[in-house]
């Protein structure tokens, strides 16, 4: 191994906050970014509201130059990559662009610039179709514009594991800074709100409210219904920690370790799967050479999916044993919702605010305790408290698991 | 952590043949899997060939019930993952024995169950939830790691039409990290209206044939298919007493950071040289190049000057062959099986050829084993990829046995 990964800086775009101060700010408040759809019509669904993120103006991070092609996953993901470089003080220059590299998590990339162009073919004919619109079909059009945008020329990747793939993406990118094989990486996640991904959820039953109630995002919580469909990025900068201290960088945490496992038990219910998630977070744990009373927090996945909620409440309590009802367990999607394949991403850069700053997010949105998941989630109020090693978790219905370690740095 | 890693199992699903053999054989005997599209209607495309695969059946390889839950793309990375690990041996007992991870690439993902959506949207039918289901990319992955009962890491690379390398080359890493003992690491794509429409209007698509390097090519052809490999460290190969096809000496990725669809000299010799330099492989050393050649007028021109810029007055000794002649260009799929194809060919010192090559183009004066197959050692082969976004990879395959076991010494 030839070195760690550290984080020098981040980039938030979330439906409670633009850049990671006011993300930061809006965690500790307890801000929640449930809001009625603008972006597409959404009178023909059940459900009507969602993470909207409101006011997003690429111009404002990215200028005129170059944005007219840009589908709004392009334009969420290179304006966190912007803020993540200023952030970081980073400055991609001729001689060092090959030894920097992005990994980006995107399941579909944008899947309406999928459909819109193949419903272009289909009603107008394939000769009428616009050929400049082809680029943004393809799913690692995002990763690589910011490439573009910001001259990096170490590599290029995109990860496509839907709940994963923001936490996958930057468990890549500290591979890559431990095996030497990039000096730093822009590593995150990113998912737009648009009408054809919240179709998909909507219509496979997986969104809060669909039985005509109000939508709430509720982890854990006892009348939790499903989850509340969001859009975000967070692109962090991961750097070889050598690095970041021969450049006097502000070092912010240290990705301690990674792991990841496949639950083949796994489908929407969760109810046989469990496995998997444990696999993960044993990995993480033992690459981070952390125990599990050591760990001052779980950034946790539950998403208001019964049965998500109640398998991570289940491992939590076999990883933790007699202490699992003391070490802090909340969910930000009950804040920022379920923002797919940035939701990992965007728990790093939450994890990282509660390690810099002292505090623990709350799950809000709490009323009563689901008895199947006991544990403590950190209710509607966020927490002063030091912390000095957080746990992230992932999981995914198609069988894929995640999980982090983050910790606090000192030199 | 420094483990070799070694290639132990190939599966093929492709226009030419499914299984290694029959593909192999095709590849040698240098037959054209090209056709008229059957999947869509082509009549108002520019173009009506495609390289999709005609004789697959995918109830031969999954179980009926849950052929609804997957997209042809899934289906094919499921097939070619079977015939892969049987091909390699493995046994329900190594998926329990083993930590099995599965490394998996697309340019597509799940295309063709997009455009059933859009087309039900437009007729205004009802969505059925297995169609729903089959929407993700990473349905592939995890069908595959379901079909075995693997429990190890599991991705998704989606970096367009390097997919394949992208995914071999994380394998290997997660080998090396002893992260995984044993992975299935390969791509798979599916012939898909939007890709067809798409290089359509980019006056990419060649009318009838591809024909990579010659001067009046007139483009790429679409295709389709899924290959699939057996990686493991040479510890684990030797364990089992598995039959090993070749080496995996490294990779090197590199981006363009220039336009989406345009690529460059500098990134793509950039990646030949990163992968040259990890696998500690001198520039003579270098027997085959396994070409990206598409076939279009652009991706030829600068790959063989790229080529030239890494190699230098070598490069005119260097076979460079493009089974994309054959094959079509099948997208995520495409690295991965000319990655089994170099796996062959340094195991059987024999190179495929460039088929419907006809006249010669200046731009392009490298080897490209014209049109028929040559028998010639084979000690290191290049498999190069590039992609949408300017995302490329290359991979050094390795033989393995060496010289003196093959009674070349």
């Not at chain 1, 496949?262 to 044993?282: C, N, Q, V």
């Not at chain 1, 007699?322 to 367990?329: L, M, W």
């Not at chain 2, 798979?188 to 359509?200: H, K, L, P, Q, W």
Request: net charge negative.
């Amino acid at each position: 191994m030839k070195g760690r990964a550290v984080i020098t800086g981040i980039g938030v775009l979330s439906s409670i906050g633009k850049g990671r101060d006011a993300y930061w700010k809006a965690l500790q408040r307890g801000a929640t970014g449930v809001r009625p759809i603008t972006l597409f019509d959404a009178a023909p669904f059940r459900v009507k509201s969602a993470g909207e993120i409101a006011d997003f103006e690429a111009l404002a991070y990215l200028g005129k130059k170059g944005l007219r092609d840009l589908d709004r996953s392009t334009r969420l993901v290179c304006s966190a990559a912007k803020l993540a470089l200023d952030d970081s003080g980073l400055a991609i220059s001729d001689e060092m662009s090959r030894s920097v590299g992005v990994a980006i998590g995107t399941t579909f990339g944008s899947l309406h610039s999928i459909a819109q162009f193949d419903r272009s073919g289909l009603t107008e004919g394939p000769r009428f179709v616009n050929p400049s619109h082809f680029p943004n079909t393809v799913i690692n059009s995002p990763a690589s514009q910011v490439s573009i945008r910001f001259t990096i020329k170490g590599f290029n990747t995109t990860l496509s594991t839907g709940f994963c793939a923001g936490l996958d993406a930057l468990s890549y990118a500290a591979d890559f800074i431990r095996l030497g094989r990039a000096d730093a990486v822009l590593a995150g996640g990113v998912e737009e709100l648009c009408e054809e991904t919240y179709r998909l959820f909507h219509d496979l039953g997986y969104l809060s409210g669909m039985s005509g109630a109000e939508p709430v995002s509720r982890p854990f919580d006892a009348g939790r219904d499903g989850f509340v469909l969001s859009e975000g990025s967070a692109v962090l900068v991961a750097e070889n920690e050598e690095y970041a201290r021969s450049r006097g960088a502000d070092i912010l945490a240290v990705i301690l370790g990674c792991g990841n496992a496949f639950d083949p038990e796994a489908d929407s219910t969760f109810e046989r799967a469990g496995r998997g998630l444990k696999t993960a977070i044993a990995q993480a744990l033992e690459e981070a050479c952390v125990r599990p009373k050591d760990v001052g927090y779980v950034c946790s996945c539950a998403n208001g999916m019964p049965g998500l909620d109640r398998m991570e409440a289940r491992i939590l309590h076999e990883v933790f044993g007699e202490d699992a009802r003391h070490v802090p367990v909340s969910s930000i999607k009950s804040m920022i919702g379920e923002t797919y394949s940035a939701s990992g991403a965007l728990a790093v850069a939450a994890a990282v605010g509660g390690l810099r700053q002292g505090f623990i997010p709350p799950t809000v949105n709490h009323r009563q305790t689901d008895t199947l998941c006991a544990l403590d989630i950190v209710p509607n109020a966020a927490r002063a408290q030091a912390v000095k090693t957080v746990l992230v978790t992932a999981a995914d219905p198609y069988g894929q698991n995640s999980a982090l370690v983050v910790g606090g740095y000192n030199r | 952590m420094n483990d070799r890693v070694v290639i132990t199992g190939l599966g093929v699903v492709s226009s030419i043949g499914i299984g290694w053999e029959e593909f192999w054989k095709n590849l040698l005997a240098g037959r054209s899997g090209i056709s008229p599209v059957s999947s869509f209607d082509t009549t108002n495309h520019f173009t009506h060939n495609g390289g999709e695969v005609r004789n697959f059946r995918a109830e031969d390889f999954i179980p009926a019930e849950r052929l609804p839950f997957m997209n042809r793309a899934t289906q094919m990375a499921v097939a070619s993952a079977k015939l892969a690990w049987e091909d390699a041996g493995l046994t329900a007992g190594d998926a329990a024995d083993h930590t099995v991870g599965v490394s998996h690439g697309t340019t597509l993902g799940a295309a063709q169950a997009i455009e059933e959506v859009d087309s039900l949207l437009i007729q205004k039918q009802e969505l059925r939830k297995g169609l729903l289901y089959q929407m993700p990319p990473h349905t592939a992955p995890s069908a595959v790691a379901r079909e075995f009962n693997c429990h190890g890491p599991n991705f998704m690379f989606s970096t367009a039409c390097a997919a394949g390398n992208y995914a071999i080359a994380y394998a290997y890493d997660l080998i090396r990290m002893k992260r995984a003992d044993i992975v299935l690491a390969g791509a798979s794509d599916a012939v898909s209206r939007i890709e067809y429409t798409g290089f359509n209007q980019f006056k990419a698509v060649a009318p009838e044939k591809c024909q990579p390097f010659d001067k009046n090519r007139k483009g790429m052809i679409p295709g389709e298919g899924a290959g699939m490999l057996i990686i493991e460290s040479l510890g684990s190969a030797v364990r089992r007493k598995a039959a090993i096809y070749a080496e995996i000496g490294g990779y090197g990725l590199s981006c363009d950071a220039h336009h989406m669809t345009t690529a460059t000299v500098e990134g793509i010799a950039a990646c030949m040289n990163k992968a040259l330099l990890e696998a500690g492989i001198g520039k003579e050393e270098v027997s085959y190049i396994s070409a990206h050649g598409t076939g279009t007028v652009a991706n030829d021109k600068i790959e063989c000057a790229s080529i030239k810029e890494v190699f230098g007055p070598l490069y005119k000794g260097i076979p460079v062959s493009s089974i994309k002649s054959m094959l079509g260009h099948t997208m995520g799929a495409a690295s991965a099986l000319e990655a089994i194809a170099c796996a062959l060919i340094v195991r059987h010192d024999t190179i495929p050829p460039t088929i419907n090559y006809e006249s010669p183009d200046p731009e392009c004066d490298i080897d490209c084993v014209p049109n028929v197959a040559r028998k010639q050692t084979v000690d290191v082969a290049l498999n190069n990829s590039y992609a949408f976004g300017g995302n490329n990879a290359s991979l050094v395959i390795k033989n393995f046995a060496g010289k003196k076991e093959r009674g070349l010494d």
